[in-house]
């Protein structure tokens, strides 16, 4: 198989029913074998929502400090996609050696692993919206045009995810260390990324600096509608940028190592 393209042998119709075949495999195999089913994909951020709206608003009384009231739904419009960036980064790390017999094996573009799990977990996420409305209508939140920006805010993280994914799963393959160590990112990013706060409760250098985190400007997009005064152009600019540039290198990694990941595996 030529590695000159991400893409391989095969149409671009092949490529996404094979996508979509493995996305709903994967889908089918994580709710048939639990009882609560659905309810596991908005579970995680539900618990975490009501442990920092608990933690910053009852205890520290500092929900009308930082970010935003209803400070409940500004929780959960960064905690939602933030779930679906930190599952999806976290299921890279194992990508191929999770199933490295039919990586080895199969004819279809490699690149398809990656994602697999974008998909499968993007779906998910949007399963979860549900949760936010009812969020929006019981807290009384404001919904403005700004709801627009959304889908926008989509399409950014799927970009970012897919560069990552084509970065992380060769690197985990050929230095299994790098699947702990980005276990570690993972948490340092969380709260290096604005979900329990909003850009502006950052003092000086810290809210310029925080602007180059993709994460920021794609939270931007996803809080605009509720909360207008949260929007950042500069943060939406860089993160559109860096996450084309992720992409755009996460495809010239990958077209070096599939092969010597090939014959790790």
Not at 23 to 29: G, K
Not at 80 to 99: E, G, I
Not at 117 to 123: A, E, P, Q
Not at 201 to 206: A, N, S, T
Request: with cysteine; glycine share 8%.
């Amino acid at each position: 198989m030529s590695t000159a393209t991400v893409g391989a042998p095969g149409s671009p119709r092949r490529y996404l029913h094979s996508l979509w075949l493995l996305s709903a495999r994967d889908l089918r195999v994580r709710y048939a074998t639990s009882a609560l089913g659905y309810v596991w994909s908005v579970l995680d951020p539900l618990v975490m929502a009501a442990i920092y709206w608990f933690v910053f608003t009852l205890i520290f009384h500092r929900g009308d400090r930082i970010g935003a009231e209803p400070y409940i739904v500004f929780l959960v419009t960064a905690l939602l996609p933030w779930v679906w960036f930190n599952t999806s980064v976290t299921d890279f790390t194992r990508a191929f050696r999770k199933d490295a017999r039919l990586v080895r094996s199969t004819s279809i573009p490699r690149s398809i692993w990656v994602g697999r799990i974008v998909l499968s977990k993007g779906i998910e996420f949007l399963l979860s919206i549900p949760v936010l409305v009812a969020f929006v209508v019981f807290a009384g939140a404001s919904v403005g045009w700004g709801v627009l920006w959304f889908p926008v805010g989509v399409l950014l993280q799927t970009i970012l995810l897919v560069g990552l994914g084509l970065l992380v799963a060769p690197l985990c393959v050929l230095w299994g260390d790098l699947e702990r160590t980005t276990r570690l990112i993972l948490r340092a990013l969380f709260y290096a990324s604005p979900v329990i706060y909003g850009i502006q409760d950052l003092p000086g250098i810290f809210a310029q600096l925080a602007v180059f985190n993709p994460l920021a400007g794609i939270f931007t997009l996803y809080r605009v509608g509720f909360f207008p005064g949260q929007w950042d152009t500069l943060a939406v600019v860089a993160s559109a940028v860096v996450s084309i540039g992720v992409l755009a290198l996460g495809v010239s990694v990958f077209r070096r190592l599939e092969s010597p990941v090939l014959k790790e595996l």
